[in-house]
C-alpha cells in the first residue's frame, strides 16, 4: 500500500528557508569593526581611479567650473585647518569628480555613500591631519587629480587618484599601529605603578 497521508503531507510540506539577516548598514559597519574601514579604501581606490578617468575624458565646461569651485573650497578649508571644514570640502570635490564622469548611477552610489560617512565618520581626521606634513600632501594630491581632469589627461587623473586614495590607506594604517602602540605601553606604564606601588606597601 502507499504511503500514509501521514507521510505524504510531510512529503508534502515545504521547506524551511532561513532567511539572512539584514546587512548592517555601513556606517555602522565602518565603526563597529574598524578594519573594514580599509575595505572601504580598497573600494575607494578602485572607483577613484575610473572616475577621474572618466571625468578627465567627459567633463563638459559646465562640470569643469564645477570642478574649479569644489577645488579652490578644498585650498580654503585648507587654510582654516578645521578638520569639519576640511571634510565637507573634500566630499564636494570628489562629487564633482563623479558628477562629472556623467554615470549616473556612479554618482548616485557614492553620493550615498559619502551622505552615510559624513554624517558618521569611521575615522579621525584631526588624528591624521597631526602627522607632520599632511595637510600639505593631501592638497598637492588634490592638484594633482585637478589638473589631471582639467588638462584632460585620463591617464594622469586617474595616476593622482589612485594616489590620494592609497596614501589615505598607508596613513590611516600608520596611525592605527601608532594607536595600538600607544596603547600597550600605556597598559605597561600602568601595570608598573601597580607594582611600585605594592613594593611600598608594608
Same mark, same amino acid.
Given at each position: 500500500? =502507499?504511503g500514509?497521508?501521514?507521510?505524504?503531507?510531510?512529503?508534502?510540506?515545504?521547506?524551511v528557508?532561513?532567511? $539572512?539577516q $539584514? +546587512?548592517m =548598514? /555601513?556606517?555602522?559597519?565602518?565603526?563597529s569593526h574598524?578594519?573594514?574601514?580599509f #575595505?572601504?579604501?580598497?573600494? *575607494?581606490?578602485?572607483?577613484?581611479? %575610473?572616475?577621474?578617468?572618466m571625468?578627465a575624458e567627459?567633463a563638459t565646461?559646465e #562640470?569643469?567650473?564645477?570642478?574649479?569651485t569644489a577645488?579652490?573650497?578644498?585650498v580654503?578649508a585648507?587654510? &582654516?585647518a578645521d578638520?569639519?571644514?576640511? +571634510?565637507?570640502?573634500d566630499?564636494?570635490?570628489?562629487?564633482?569628480? @563623479?558628477?562629472?564622469?556623467h554615470?549616473?548611477?556612479?554618482?548616485?552610489i557614492?553620493?550615498? %555613500?559619502f551622505g552615510?560617512?559624513r554624517r558618521?565618520a569611521?575615522? #579621525?581626521?584631526?588624528?591624521l591631519?597631526?602627522?607632520?606634513?599632511?595637510?600639505?600632501?593631501?592638497?598637492?594630491?588634490h &592638484?594633482?587629480i585637478?589638473?589631471? %581632469?582639467m588638462?584632460?589627461? =585620463?591617464?594622469?587623473?586617474?595616476?593622482a587618484?589612485? &594616489?590620494?586614495i592609497? @596614501?589615505?590607506?598607508?596613513?590611516?594604517?600608520?596611525?592605527?599601529?601608532? #594607536?595600538?602602540?600607544l596603547a600597550?605601553a600605556?597598559?605597561?606604564?600602568? *601595570?608598573?605603578? /601597580?607594582?611600585?606601588v +605594592?613594593?611600598r606597601?608594608p
Open positions: 500500500m =502507499p500514509s497521508a501521514s507521510s505524504r503531507r510531510s512529503d508534502e510540506m515545504p521547506a528557508v532561513a532567511h $539572512p $539584514p +546587512a =548598514p /555601513l556606517a555602522a559597519l565602518l565603526k574598524p578594519e573594514s574601514a #575595505d572601504y579604501l580598497e573600494f *575607494r581606490l578602485i572607483v577613484a581611479g %575610473i572616475a577621474a578617468r571625468a567627459r565646461d #562640470d569643469r567650473a564645477r570642478l574649479t577645488y579652490e573650497a578644498v580654503a585648507d587654510r &582654516k578638520p569639519a571644514v576640511e +571634510a565637507d570640502a566630499a564636494e570635490f570628489h562629487l564633482a569628480i @563623479y558628477a562629472a564622469t554615470n549616473v548611477v556612479m554618482e548616485h557614492m553620493r550615498s %555613500i552615510l560617512l558618521d569611521f575615522y #579621525d581626521r584631526s588624528r591631519y597631526r602627522r607632520e606634513g599632511v595637510r600639505e600632501l593631501l592638497l598637492r594630491q &592638484k594633482a585637478y589638473d589631471g %581632469i588638462n584632460r589627461n =585620463p591617464e594622469a587623473a586617474r595616476i587618484a589612485e &594616489k590620494h592609497q @596614501y589615505t590607506r598607508e596613513a590611516l594604517q600608520e596611525s592605527r599601529v601608532a #594607536d595600538e602602540r600597550v600605556m597598559r605597561r606604564a600602568g *601595570r608598573d605603578s /601597580l607594582a611600585q +605594592a613594593d606597601e
